[in-house]
T-cell receptor, first 112, second 112 residues
Framework: GDSVTQMEGPVTLSEEAFLTINCTYTATGYPSLFWYVQYPGEGLQLLLK?????DKGSNKGFEATYRKETTSFHLEKGSVQVSDSAVYFCALSDQGDYKLSFGAGTTVTVRA | NAGVTQTPKFRVLKTGQSMTLLCAQDMNHEYMYWYRQDPGMGLRLIHYSVGEGTTAKGEVPDGYNVSRLKKQNFLLGLESAAPSQTSVYFC???????????FGPGTRLTVL
């Protein structure tokens, strides 16, 4: 079945540091890929998405590229801020499937 | 436009008690979902609905029941709560299976 594996946290960074969170997936079809973010005490919000190979999703300075050859969708940000402290979830939705398959989540803490 | 709302925000139950979690959305979305979030496991789908009057099982449906009598509401019931159901429960909705899912703020449930 479909599954998502993302790097374990927690990750602690200083402000303006570079952030990478690795995400790889297994899917039977041609999935859409997502990054969701959960700020403390809140629900999940869509951060970015990509629906086909080589697509790049971007939002709020975050980027991720859909790499079919390596089945990966790594999240990157060049210069993090304290406000980026959150839990980040990689997820996929396979063709015709109603559900999202989530990774375990990566907790990111950015220190001033 | 409130988006997705959940009631209650917090609840403590004793083993064997019952309760209903209410999810409401004002976006006229067809699809609605109930997830549970447990540490290190990401989100797992409990039940979902593809339209008013329909429900279907997700990954972890045992011990839960759902109803979708009105398009805007999706209820999750626990008939006899168990400590293993201690979790954070999220409701989500989407217009189609290919669209972004919008999440509610969550309900933190503790079963003693």
């Amino acid at each position: 079945g479909d599954s998502v594996t993302q790097m374990e946290g927690p990750v602690t960074l200083s402000e303006e540091a570079f952030l990478t969170i690795n995400c790889t997936y297994t899917a039977t079809g041609y999935p859409s890929l997502f990054w969701y973010v959960q700020y403390p005490g809140e629900g999940l919000q869509l951060l970015l998405k990509a629906t086909k190979a080589d697509d790049k999703g971007s939002n709020k300075g975050f980027e991720a590229t859909y790499r079919k050859e390596t089945t990966s969708f790594h999240l990157e940000k060049g210069s993090v801020q304290v406000s980026d402290s959150a839990v980040y979830f990689c997820a996929l939705s396979d063709q015709g499937d109603y559900k999202l398959s989530f990774g375990a989540g990566t907790t990111v803490t950015v220190r001033a | 436009n409130a988006g997705v709302t959940q009631t209650p925000k917090f609840r403590v139950l004793k083993t064997g008690q019952s309760m209903t979690l209410l999810c409401a959305q004002d976006m006229n979305h067809e699809y609605m979902y109930w997830y549970r979030q447990d540490p290190g496991m990401g989100l797992r789908l409990i039940h979902y609905s593809v339209g008013e009057g329909t429900t279907a099982k997700g990954e972890v449906p045992d011990g839960y029941n759902v109803s979708r009598l009105k398009k805007q509401n999706f209820l999750l019931g626990l008939e006899s709560a168990a400590p293993s159901q201690t979790s954070v429960y999220f409701c989500a909705s989407s217009q189609t299976v290919y669209n972004e899912q919008f999440f509610g703020p969550g309900t933190r449930l503790t079963v003693l």
